[in-house]
Nanobody, 111 residues
Framework: QVQLVESGGGLVQAGGSLRLACAASGRSFSDTNMAWYRQAPGKARELVAISGYLGTTLYLNAVKSRFTVSRDNNTTTLYLQMNNLKPEDTAIYYC?????WGQGTQVTVSS
């Protein structure tokens, strides 16, 4: 059974950085795409970044050049490095693998 646990969220000022982590367990993920989503208050959940199992990455236009997704297949951990954070990045960030969701981690960016 796949389980995902996110961590690393918090309160940061605009322009600051955070690094999110998603610890995955239950199977190997070396042949699986892994993704970060976010949901802001009153808005739909949106795809932020994908880490493809072949090494490709895909980003939401709004976060390109500021966010970097990476993964460690040895520790089955997915990361999201977020730099130059903006107030509009405030949301709950979720990890998604094989249609399983983590519990989310809150990111709040103050202006």
């Amino acid at each position: 059974q796949v389980q995902l646990v996110e961590s690393g969220g918090g309160l940061v000022q605009a322009g600051g950085s955070l690094r999110l982590a998603c610890a995955a367990s239950g199977r190997s993920f070396s042949d699986t795409n892994m993704a970060w989503y976010r949901q802001a208050p009153g808005k739909a959940r949106e795809l932020v970044a994908i880490s493809g199992y072949l090494g490709t990455t895909l980003y939401l236009n709004a976060v390109k050049s500021r966010f970097t997704v990476s993964r460690d297949n040895n520790t089955t951990t997915l990361y999201l490095q977020m730099n130059n954070l903006k107030p509009e990045d405030t949301a709950i960030y979720y990890c998604n693998v094989l249609e399983v969701w983590g519990q989310g981690t809150q990111v709040t960016v103050s202006s």
